[in-house]
């Protein structure tokens, strides 16, 4: 059977949505308007449905949220198509080790602990995700990289400044600095990691600067460049994946000097 027949991605290039039947277009999207929930409020729901694109529009859902907010969820058929061919992501480029196989590299290479500083910078509280990166615990089945016998670990934890998180990587002499950022309200995640990246730059001449890596839900993983970071991790990232990026951007740092 071919990965067509068994329902897979070969050969398939232009794709529609799926609702009730092959190809109808149908998607579902959900938003909040800032009016009491009423008969208008509900027409107003359905406009803005058709002014993204999708009619016919129905709303299947509306629930009044507080005074004067109504949260919608509106079904209906775009007629966009999907162009799988020019849909660009960030691919990994590196293969993946297991935890015996990071460690034998950095002994071998590095003849030294690598030392990573980690924290969530800004007013971010939310420490679940690099907690699952960083703590022996893990995630997804995986140990994180304290469990990792040849590197050391500093977790900052949350709300760390930027200043603060600059100075622990000069004590801790980072290899380097693995920063969450999973609140996006006003875009805090792209300003407080360019803000960090711009901190390293000035504090330390480029060979010396730590690799920098940020992580969190909602980054756009193509933007590392213009945010001045090495790399960004999204959702659903395992420790594995960080360390063996670690290892491999350490082999390339090596390479390079
Ligand atoms: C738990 C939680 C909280 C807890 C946090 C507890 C803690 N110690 O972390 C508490 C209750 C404190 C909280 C508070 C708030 N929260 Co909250 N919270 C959540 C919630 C429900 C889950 C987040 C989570 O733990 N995910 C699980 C982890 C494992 O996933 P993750 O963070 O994505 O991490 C993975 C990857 O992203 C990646 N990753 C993440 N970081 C990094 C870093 C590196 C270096 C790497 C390599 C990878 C990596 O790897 C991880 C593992 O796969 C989300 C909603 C949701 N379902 O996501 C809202 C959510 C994040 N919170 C939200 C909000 C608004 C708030 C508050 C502002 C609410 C308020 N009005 O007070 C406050 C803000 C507090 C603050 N100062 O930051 C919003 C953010 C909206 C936005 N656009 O920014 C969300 C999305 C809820 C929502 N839909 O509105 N929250």
Sequence with gaps: MSAVEAGGDAGKRIVRPYGDTTGDGMVQVSFTLPV???????????????????????????????????????YGRVNHLVDLSAVQ?????????????VNAVVK??????????????????????????????GIAGEKGLEYYRELKVTNLG???????????????????????????????????TR????????AMPA?????????????DETMAGELGVDRIFGRGTTPGEVASFLVHALIEKKAKA
């Design 36 to 74: 009491s929930h009423d008969k208008r409020a509900e027409g107003a729901a359905v406009q803005l449905a058709n002014k993204m694109g999708i009619d016919p529009a129905m709303l299947v859902h509306a629930k009044p949220m507080s005074d004067g907010f109504t949260f919608f969820v509106v």
């Design 89 to 101: 992501v960030v691919e990994r480029d590196f293969p993946l080790l297991s935890a015996k196989e």
């Design 108 to 137: 071998r290479r590095l003849r030294r602990k690598l030392s990573v500083v980690g924290a969530c910078i800004g007013t971010d509280a939310h420490t679940v995700g690099i907690d699952a990166i960083l703590n022996v615990k």
């Design 158 to 192: 949350a709300q760390v400044s930027v200043p603060e998180l600059v100075e622990a990587a000069r004590v801790e002499r980072a290899d380097a600095v693995l920063v969450s950022q999973v609140v996006t309200q006003r875009d805090a995640h792209l300003h407080n």
């Design 195 to 202: 803000e960090m990246s711009a901190a390293f730059r000035e």
């Design 207 to 219: 060979g010396r600067r730590p690799l920098l890596i940020v992580g969190g839900p909602r980054f």
